[in-house]
């Protein structure tokens, strides 16, 4: 069969599209005209499984200062890689880095919530004996925190302490060594496109963005390194994205 030209769409909706189904083309890619199949999907935590309760701004301003805030945040518009700015500082000075990123940290567990549509979402991929993975940048019991209060597991679930983190692509291609499946066989559903969507394109996988508001669909995002390949506005479009754009056949 010959190859035909088409979109893997690394895709962003304008601020009046709501579905991925909408999606602008950019780029074109040779692929085989075969739906791809997909056998795994691994999640980010906070902001995706989980609703956003962490202020992340406030947290980077209080462990760089305002100075470094503002001038990392001029060079780095998909984000803040809080942990990799602060390794090579002084261990007292880390210490106390890392003492205010767990203060955050622990009020946002005193205030989790599941996002709308993940326990459906989940539901669907059991349903279809499709495998579910975690990766955070938070600590392990945050992860052990959500396994117990939600009663729904994921495995391998790495947090912060797997090394490398995100935005490396080490721990989704751990995953798909551990589940035997390959990179291309995976999507990466997250909200972060300098974490999320980098780790995921980095490995080779598909990627989702979940962009609840809209807000990546800022100029200031246009000329990103990693796009993603699909965005959507909740989990709940995940499941038509899915039986849309994929073979979910076990």
């Known amino acids: 069969m010959p190859l035909l030209f088409i979109t893997r769409a690394p895709l962003f909706r304008t601020p009046h599209t709501r579905s991925f189904s909408s999606i602008q083309k950019m780029g074109s890619t ?9 056998r795994g999907v691994v999640f980010d935590m906070d902001g ?17 200062g305002q100075d470094m ?6 060079k780095s518009p998909s984000g803040i890689d809080i942990l990799h700015h602060f390794e090579t500082w ?3 000075k880390q210490q106390r880095a890392y003492q205010i990123i767990a203060d955050f940290e622990r009020l946002g567990l005193e205030r989790l919530q599941i996002m709308p549509g993940a326990s459906e979402l989940c539901g669907f991929l059991d349903s279809r004996k499709i495998r579910r993975g975690l990766i955070t940048r938070n600590v392990k019991s945050a992860v052990d925190l959500f396994h117990q209060r939600f009663g ?5 679930a790495l947090s912060r ?39 995921g394109k980095r490995a080779g996988a598909f990627t989702c ?19 993603p390949d699909y965005t959507v506005s909740s989990l709940a479009e995940v499941i038509s994205l899915l039986e849309t754009k994929f073979d979910l056949a076990p």
């Open 48 to 64: 995706t499984l989980t609703v956003p309760v962490i202020d992340f701004q406030a947290m980077y301003k209080q462990v760089l």
């Open 152 to 156: 729904i597991l994921f495995s391998p």
């Open 69 to 74: 805030y503002e001038s990392i945040k001029l």
């Open 30 to 38: 040779v692929v085989n005209s075969v739906t791809p199949r997909l």
């Open 161 to 199: 302490e797997f090394r490398p983190y995100k935005p490396d692509p080490g721990p989704l291609l751990h995953i798909c060594s551990a589940w035997e499946m390959e990179p291309s066989e995976v999507i990466m559903i997250g909200d972060s496109l300098k974490d999320d969507v980098a780790c």
């Open 209 to 227: 963005l979940l962009d609840e508001t809209g807000r990546y669909a800022a100029p200031e995002y246009a000329t990103v390194e990693h796009k």
């Open 90 to 92: 002084d261990a007292d």
